[in-house]
């Protein structure tokens, strides 16, 4: 049955556009593995099978229609579309850690995506009838120092989206969860947190969370290695991030619930127009060159496409030659 005239179809809605890439910001253009436009709402998560799990449930309660799974078979990132009551959305496996986390999410609000919610467990105490919340976040030094805050802090706090934040507030309560929000301390090594006796500096970051729980509520905090990563990118493009983390060990029923709650969420977020868009620093000349030379080295058959894997010529943002016509060794695709 074709979509009712208010709906957009999934092949509408993450086309790439038929335009040059221009200098006002990283784009799909720009991205070495997302290279088509995403819908403006989704779902991320590390976890490959609570992926498979929501969109399998989703698929049998009729949640989910226009179900496409892309995916790059080998960096981590797979990204399924799919419409949520006739809206575009995606779902996406993202890797493990910030650093990983924070690439994917990069090239996610660079290909479009203007409000990201993370799925996650909660290794803090919480109740099935709980429904936990990320609205702040700390100790992300990393990807901080990496972007150029020579100063970057284990004390700086990153908002999630006011917007999102109370959406899914009302949405859990209308469902009859009793709504929480926490901040979440961020791990960037898992194994020295968790193990810390086979190093020698490894009790550290043991200690920097105990020392940051401390500071809050210790029931109200709870930690993570990929939701910092989020709020931090969500910051640097002026887009919409949260955070939902899942009772450890909870039963289907209860991620299925807490699934719908987000996607009723997400429905109701209202995207900013193009023209109130943050943009990020343009992208100069030399800098255009240098993500040319990226994606030249990097992108492999797997690029995340609409249909089939799409490589885009490297254009000069000046005069709009292809940079890469007389080279015989461009990736040919």
Not at 79 to 87: E, L, P, Q, R
Not at 205 to 227: F, G, L, P, V
Not at 311 to 327: K, M, R
Request: net charge negative; hydrophobic share 40%; with cysteine.
């Amino acid at each position: 049955m074709p979509p009712a005239s208010n709906e957009t179809t999934i092949d509408e809605t993450i086309c790439i556009p038929a335009q040059k890439p221009t200098i006002n910001g990283p784009s799909i253009h720009t991205n070495v593995l997302i290279k088509s436009a995403l819908p403006a709402r989704g779902i991320v998560s590390s976890n490959p099978l609570r992926v498979e799990r929501l969109l399998r449930q989703a698929e049998i309660n009729g949640v989910l229609s226009h179900v496409k799974v892309h995916t790059d078979k080998g960096w981590g990132v797979k990204i399924s579309t799919a419409t949520y009551k006739g809206v575009p959305i995606f779902i996406a496996v993202i890797p493990l850690g910030s650093s990983g986390a924070g690439f994917a999410f990069f090239e996610m609000f660079a290909a479009g995506a203007q409000a990201l919610v993370r799925v996650g467990a909660n290794d803090a105490t919480a109740t099935m009838r709980e429904f936990v919340i990320v609205d702040s976040v700390d100790n992300l030094v990393g990807l901080q120092y990496a972007a150029g805050n020579k100063n970057a802090s284990r004390n700086d706090a990153f908002a999630a989206s006011a917007e999102l934040v109370g959406l899914l507030n009302f949405k859990a309560s209308s469902h009859g969860f009793d709504s929480k929000q926490m901040i979440c301390h961020n791990v960037e090594d898992y194994h020295a947190y968790n193990f810390s006796e086979f190093f020698e500096q490894g009790a550290s970051i043991r200690n920097q969370i105990e020392e940051r729980k401390k500071s809050n509520n210790a029931s109200e905090c709870c930690w993570d290695m990929e939701t910092a990563a989020l709020f931090l990118r969500a910051l640097q493009f002026g887009k919409h991030a949260a955070a939902v983390l899942l009772p450890t060990r909870s039963s289907l029923e209860i991620e299925t619930s807490h699934c719908n709650i987000i996607f009723e969420a997400l429905l109701d977020f209202t995207p900013l127009a193009e023209s109130e868009e943050i943009s990020m620093q343009p992208i100069t000349e030399e800098g255009a060159r240098r993500m040319s030379r990226a994606n030249r080295t990097h992108s492999t058959n797997d690029l995340i496409g609409i249909e089939e894997p799409l490589f885009l010529p490297e254009v000069d943002v000046e005069t709009g030659n292809d940079l890469f016509a007389d080279d015989e060794d461009a990736p040919a695709f």
